[in-house]
């Protein structure tokens, strides 16, 4: 059975990503901006995936699946995309920062600077940035520092006479913006980077000291990211949280960036200090690194040089609506982010917490912004008498700090707090409202695709239902149940709820398909996820090819799945979308026979997905939002701007117009079709 390897079509995904730095369409500064997405994400995948791989090397492990060789072989392989996919990085890089300069934003260093930007430099490194700079003083007697995973640092020379050499160590500072854009003339815009501002003051800094020559090379370096959790029961979770925390920042070496141009005694120094020995380590590269920073890129207020607004719609239901409870008690409503507005969770969470029938509100939190108008309105919820449950996934991965601060603001304040449950992590995406009217009591419901995160809302594309119908409200009563008493399992026959029923189900769906393609009936599946990896799942999807279903599937991210191949997926076609916004949405539409089924999910079809978190995947019940989902696929099938076929090749080939036509921007059309709707619905 012919499989993609998890990590290698991972690094597909970022090539794809990377693709958009490449794209001339793309405004300037936002081709800046995917280069720091790209980074990023290469960081995590280095901390995360090649981490894994090293311990599979460590423990001796023969097999990779979807692969033809050794977890040795894998890290190889893994290591020469990556070489290769730099090269084009910096291709990309070198072309953007020309096309700036023709627009005359003008990249400029430490040697490059005029007399004027000097002096301004000059005025702000007293001023502003000297008071952060600590400078460490390096040498074999003292005990080398321990450094910041996320850090960027300059590994400084200086030769003292007598050709004495001294070395030290400088943080780049994270208060400060990575970049500064200088006062320009005749129409020039100046940009520098913090490092060389730094560079361009390493006298002063070490000023104590007689040398005859200083240089500073710039240097970053990754952990294994693994959190190991301590099973001792008598230890809280919370405390288990963060000495496993404290324990990631002393992991395995896994990545050390450095500047080819660094002396060869430096870069000794510094192996050796910091323990690193083999070369699958090392990776040599330019001048600067974290261009994770470049997501922050100034646009110089120039409106050419990002992408035109899209402001955040209006929902055609709830436009103008006093009450988002009633609306919802009328009807069943699903939010399109970022296409419509994120205000509307919020604004349920506030009328809940002044609504004198509302009870109790239940939320499952995985990731939160650092400012959260969501955590704000469950605290005033709490300060109106009501009852409010939150269960916080402490172990959401690079998010764990940020929860559990936000775990410790809701204790304070009175909320009842569950860490999830043992051994599961919960990255389900509930609400659930209970008010009493009358004798009556009434749910209100929220099942999402993605977290209750007003800042990625901007930018990620999810789904998010709201329901009142009895169905689903009283099984997502019952999931808080569990995650209450963890216990209390429950019995599902609307909801797929993981690591109970959402494997089982799926594959009932998917054999349905395969007996009515069997009979000779239309079959036919139209699903839409972030990644595929699950073997099971993937196996059932070539069985289904094999008896003539017809399989649709738009992946973002990972695809272990081989589309087209003769007598297992001929039937199967796949297509990824990289663009402005982050695909996220998950979505399935199974059309049994003319009469379609619609789900939304919070799950991937991962294993650990499917089997090892609790997951929540509804059905869509309303006709129509199934004529609205059904559409949304057709507009993102129809790309012929933003989409890539995803094949064996793995070469991400783009999806072109036919000729004569325009390219066909799926996310553009996606917006156009909600301001459509929305316009209508003002009409009427």
């Not at 423990?59 to 033809?68: A, H, I, S, T, W």
Request: charged share 30%; net charge positive.
């Amino acid at each position: 059975m012919e499989l993609i390897n998890r990590e290698l079509s991972w690094l597909s995904f970022n090539e794809r990503v990377l693709q958009e730095s490449l794209d001339a369409t793309v405004p300037l500064v936002e081709r800046i901006r995917f280069l720091g997405i790209y980074s990023n994400n290469m960081d995590e995948f280095f901390r995360v995936r090649v981490a894994s791989v090293n311990r599979m090397i460590a423990l001796k492990d023969k097999r990779v699946e979807g692969f033809n060789g050794s977890p040795k072989a894998l890290l190889d392989e893994i290591q020469l995309t990556v070489k290769k996919q730099r090269r084009v990085f910096d291709l990309a890089y070198q072309r953007i920062m020309k096309e700036l300069e023709s627009r005359n934003v003008i990249h400029v260093n430490e040697k490059t600077v005029n007399e004027a930007d000097r002096i301004w430099l000059s005025e702000y490194f007293s001023d502003d940035l000297k008071q952060d700079i600590v400078p460490i003083i390096l040498d074999k007697k003292r005990k080398f520092p321990r450094l910041q995973d996320k850090g960027i640092y300059l590994a400084v020379k200086f030769s003292i006479k007598r050709g004495k050499l001294q070395y030290a160590l400088i943080q780049i500072p994270s208060s400060h913006d990575r970049f500064k854009s200088l006062p320009g003339k005749n129409n020039e815009e100046h940009v520098i980077l913090l490092d060389d501002i730094i560079r361009l003051h390493l006298g002063k800094i070490f000023s104590i000291f007689k040398y005859d020559k200083i240089e500073a090379y710039t240097f970053k370096f990754t952990r294994d990211a693994e959190l190991d959790l301590d099973d001792d029961i008598s230890i809280s979770m919370m405390e288990k949280m963060e000495d496993g925390i404290k324990n990631r920042k002393k992991g395995e070496p896994v990545r050390f960036i450095y500047d080819e141009n660094m002396p060869g005694d430096l870069l000794k120094f510094l192996m050796d200090a910091l323990g690193i020995e083999k070369d699958d380590h090392i990776a040599p590269s330019g001048r600067y690194h974290n261009f994770k920073d470049f997501m922050r890129f100034p646009n110089f207020n120039n409106p050419d040089f990002v992408y035109e607004n899209l402001p955040p719609l209006n929902h055609p239901e709830l436009e103008n609506q006093k009450s988002v409870i009633k609306t919802v008690q009328n009807k069943d409503i699903l939010l399109h982010y970022p296409y419509q507005k994120f205000d509307y969770i919020v604004d349920l969470l506030r009328e809940a917490a002044i609504d004198p029938k509302v009870k109790s509100i239940k939320i499952n939190i995985y990731r939160v912004a650092k400012r959260s108008q969501v955590i704000n309105a469950l605290v005033n919820a709490i300060k109106n008498g009501k009852k409010v449950t939150v269960v916080v996934e402490l172990q959401a991965r690079f998010d764990e700090e940020n929860n559990m601060y936000w775990s410790n603001i809701l204790r304070e304040q009175g909320a009842k707090l569950i860490y999830g449950v043992p051994s599961l992590k919960v990255h389900s995406k509930l609400i659930h409202i209970t008010r009493i009217s009358g004798k009556k009591t009434q749910f209100i419901s929220h099942v999402g695709t993605g977290n209750f995160h007003g800042g990625t809302a901007k930018i990620y594309g999810d789904f998010g239902l709201l329901t009142s119908n009895i169905a689903i409200t009283k099984e997502v009563d019952k999931v808080f149940k569990l995650l209450e008493n963890n216990i209390d399992r429950g019995i599902y026959r609307s909801l797929m709820v993981s690591p109970f029923n959402t494997r089982r189900k799926f594959i009932e769906l998917i054999t349905r398909e395969i007996r009515n393609a069997k009979k000779g009936l239309p079959a036919k599946i139209d699903i839409k996820l972030n990644n595929l990896v699950d073997k099971k799942m993937i196996t059932k999807l070539y069985d289904a090819s094999k008896a003539g279903v017809k399989v649709r599937i738009i992946c973002r991210g990972i695809c272990c799945l081989v589309p087209g191949v003769k007598k297992q997926s001929e039937n199967i076609e796949v297509i990824s979308i990289v663009d402005r916004f982050l695909e996220h949405t998950r979505f399935f539409i199974f059309h049994n026979n003319a009469t379609p089924e619609f789900f939304i999910s919070s799950a991937d079809w991962m294993t650990r997905n499917l089997d090892k978190r609790i997951e929540v995947s509804a059905p869509i019940l309303d006709e129509s939002i199934q004529a609205e989902i059904a559409h949304i696929f057709e507009i993102q099938w129809k790309d012929t701007a933003k989409a890539r076929v995803l094949d064996i090749s793995q070469r991400n080939k783009y999806i072109k117009p036919e000729s004569g036509q325009e390219p066909f921007r799926s996310q553009y059309e996606t917006y156009n079709y909600y301001r459509d709707l929305l316009e209508k619905s003002q009409e009427n």
